[in-house]
């Protein structure tokens, strides 16, 4: 089983990232995927949420609005769009991948710095 993030980077304020979450070894059109991050110091945040049929999402209030969670069971890949980024947003995003009963898997985190 593998999550690999990808799409981090420095950012100026204002600006925009995407972030890819790329599966395999599982079958990811079973599984709900959300995006979490963490910063030094303190618990990781679940920031969103889609459900493995892609109808359903949900966010965090700090990135509702701003970021938009997707995803491609063809090609067995999350998204995470975030715009009008700010620099509390600075964080090791993670992908995680989950479902019942107890299944859950996560991604080696990218790095996202948003700062002048």
């Known amino acids: 089983v593998q999550l690999v993030e990808s799409g981090g980077g420095l950012v100026q304020p204002g600006g925009s990232l995407r972030l890819s979450c790329a599966a395999s070894?599982?079958?990811?059109?079973?599984?709900?995927m959300s995006w979490y991050r963490q910063t030094p110091g303190k618990e990781r945040e679940l920031a969103a949420t889609i459900f493995s049929s892609g109808g359903y999402t949900d966010y965090a209030d700090s990135v509702r609005g701003r970021f938009t969670i997707s995803r491609d069971n063809a090609r067995n890949t999350v998204y995470l769009q975030m715009n009008s980024l700010k620099p509390e947003d600075t964080a090791v995003y993670y992908c995680?991948?989950?479902?019942?009963?107890?299944?859950?898997?996560w991604g080696q985190g990218t790095q996202v710095t948003v700062s002048p």
């Open positions: 995680r991948a989950f479902r019942a009963p107890s299944y859950t898997y």
């Open positions: 070894g599982f079958t990811f059109s079973s599984y709900h």
